[in-house]
């Protein structure tokens, strides 16, 4: 084991395993790329649905059972299916990573809307409002830690499963994990493993400090009962 993790550290720390094509920079940058593209993709579609969905109280049914759905998904299964109907392309990865997010976002963004005390709302109609109004300027203000939050589980599901783009022979930093089973080289599995993961991590942490310096200044929301 002590062996094992030296050799790791040493396939980390390499200078050459850095440089080139197939270096760990670039597969970085590949992986960033995949999973920061289909985690705004995801915003895109889900943001809008979830603040439908919470500002109106319909289709709320939809938004609970879609977080089942996204955890249930096979995504290997839909990228090979995808693959095979699309042809050689970063689509199916692209829209499997896509389909797993949106439903994280979705539900998180309609939990935080429905947080919202409905008094809150009926004060803002009260003062004559319009919808858009109380939307943008009381229900989105109060629900966004929430939100946040949504988009920072979304991020670090779709970068650990972005190394399924190594599956249809992408990039990324599957490519350590994939190739390594394929050599039987444990090392490289692992180093490939531990990148993902830190890499994972440091979103997530990065995601959580703009979160803190957005609701710094901001004074504790009212929870609803």
Known sequence: MIELLQNLLRWLTSGSQWSGTDGIATRLLEHLQYSLLATLVAAAIALPVGLLIGHTGRGAFLAINLSGFGRALPTVGLVTLVFLASGLSM???????????????????????????????????GQGMRWYQVLFQVELPLALPLIMTGLRLACV?????????????????????????????????????????????????????????????????????
């Open 157 to 225: 599901q779709v970068v650990a499963t972005a190394t399924i783009a190594a599956y249809v022979s992408f990039g990324g930093l599957g490519r350590y994990v994939f190739d390594g089973l394929a050599q039987r080289d444990l090392v490289q599995v692992l180093g490939g493993a531990v990148l993902v993961a830190v890499l994972a991590i440091a979103l997530d942490l990065a995601l959580a400090g703009v979160q803190r310096l957005l609701f710094r200044n901001r004074p504790p929301r009212a929870h609803a009962h």
């Open 91 to 125: 689509w199916p990865v692209y829209i499997s990573l896509v389909a797993l997010a949106v439903p994280v976002i979705v539900t998180n963004t309609y939990a935080g809307m429905a947080a919202v005390d409905p008094e809150v709302r009926d004060a803002a109609r």
